[in-house]
Structures are given as C-alpha cells and as structure tokens.
C-alpha cells in the first residue's frame, strides 16, 4: 500500500541555503554523470528552441546545449534565487548567449502558442501545484510535432532503492530534502490519471526503479 502524497512546496526552491545546497548536489551529480540528458536526447529532443520547467541550477539544460549544436533554451523557473544560480552557471559555462532564464510559474507560462520545437523537466512535476494546469501550457506552447519529456522521482519505489538513493545522496544535508521531495512525487497510475484529464495527446508513462518518464509528441 503505497502512503498517500505529503506536498513538499508549491512555491519551488527558494533561499540562499536552499539553493546552494541543491546546486551542490547537482553539480555532483553532474560530475558523476548521473544528469537525465541522455534521456532527454535519446527521446529526439535535440534541435530548435527548447523550453526547460524548473531547471533549478541549470545543469541538464546546460549540458543538453553542450551537446547539441545549434540550439537554444529557455529555462523557467519559478525561484528567483533559483534563476541566479543558472545564471551563473550559464556563464561559467559560457552559454549565456544560448540559454535566457525567465522567472515565472509554469501554470500560466507567458510564451505565445506554438512557440518550442521541445520541452523538457526533470524533478519538478512533484512540486507543481496544479499539474494538468502546466500539460495544457506544455501542450499551448510547443509547435506541432514538438516532443516533451517530464522525468520526476516515483513514491512508490521500493524502500532499499530509497535508502540506497539517500545513502549516495551528498551533500548530507540535502538528505531530509530528497525524502520529502519522493514522498510528494506521484505513482504512475496518478499521473496517468491526472494526464488523461489535460488536453496533452499520446504521452507515455514509463516507470523507472527511482523515477517516472513521460515522453509524447504534439499533433
Ligand atoms: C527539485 S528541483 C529540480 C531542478 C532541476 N530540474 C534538476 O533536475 O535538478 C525543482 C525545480 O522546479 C522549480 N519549480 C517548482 N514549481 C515550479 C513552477 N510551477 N514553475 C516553474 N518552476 C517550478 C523549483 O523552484 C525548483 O528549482
């Protein structure tokens, strides 16, 4: 019996502490390879003008436009302490010509229809306060044919792969962090749930051992 959902945030990640905290995380899982960017481009998100949700400090965006040629991001986030953080990232990587961080809420993205060859989140979707809200913008805002990936935690993992993932999880103190971000993330059958009652077409849900996948294309 998988425990009922605990919401974690729905105001994102906000404070000096905070932030820097889960930069460093990021930066080492960065380091240690562990980012979604093969993921995202084995899913054909690869060319054009993308949208990442949420991107945090930056990095699977940063590294998607590290190995991409020719390609352009957006990232929005909702955390202004978050979006100085990817900025600076950015520059270190030398990629503030190709990457603009706006600050916003997702619910109500301020993007024209049809604007995004992609869009792509990872880790973000348990923190949105109305998820079927952001399919419908991710649906409004990509062109036609455009793909999207959402990849998050499951919290219906089993409980040594939660305990191995906390274990490997570093800097320690963003541990408590991890639990209450699986403990608000959503099982496969709530998701599909929830995307069956947006207007997003044909999207899959795919469950990993820590997380979930959802891949699809607009008509
Ligand atoms: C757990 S972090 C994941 C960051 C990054 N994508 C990663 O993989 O490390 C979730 C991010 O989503 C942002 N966020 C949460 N709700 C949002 C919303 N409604 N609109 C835009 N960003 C949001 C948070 O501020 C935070 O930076």
């Given at each position: 019996m998988v425990k009922p959902r605990v919401i974690?945030?729905?105001?994102g990640i906000q404070g000096e502490f905070n932030v820097e905290t889960y930069d460093k995380m990021m930066r080492r899982m960065r380091d240690k390879g562990w980012l979604e960017t093969s993921l995202v481009l084995k899913s054909g998100?690869?060319?054009?003008l993308a949208l990442e949700v949420g991107p945090g400090p930056g990095y699977l965006g940063l590294e998607w436009l590290r190995r991409t040629k020719g390609t352009y991001l957006k990232g929005l986030e909702i955390s202004p302490d978050m979006v100085k953080i990817a900025e600076r990232n950015a520059e270190e990587y030398n990629l503030q010509d190709r990457v603009e961080y706006v600050q916003g809420d997702?619910?109500?993205?301020?993007f024209p229809d049809n604007h995004f060859n992609a869009i792509f989140t990872n880790g973000s979707l348990h923190e949105w306060a109305e998820p079927k809200k952001i399919f419908n913008e991710i649906y409004r805002v990509l062109k036609p044919k455009g793909k999207y990936l959402i990849s998050d935690l499951r919290r219906d993992m089993n409980a040594i792969v939660k305990l191995f993932m906390k274990s490997v999880t570093?800097?320690?103190?963003i541990r408590p962090g991890l639990i209450t971000s699986i403990n608000a993330s959503y099982t496969a059958d709530e998701i599909q749930s929830i995307l069956k009652e947006s207007?997003?077409?044909?999207f899959q849900v795919k469950r990993g051992i820590m997380g979930l996948v959802i891949t699809g294309e607009k008509d």
């Open positions: 974690e945030t729905i105001e998100i690869s060319s054009g997702a619910q109500e993205m301020l570093k800097p320690k103190e207007i997003l077409p044909n």
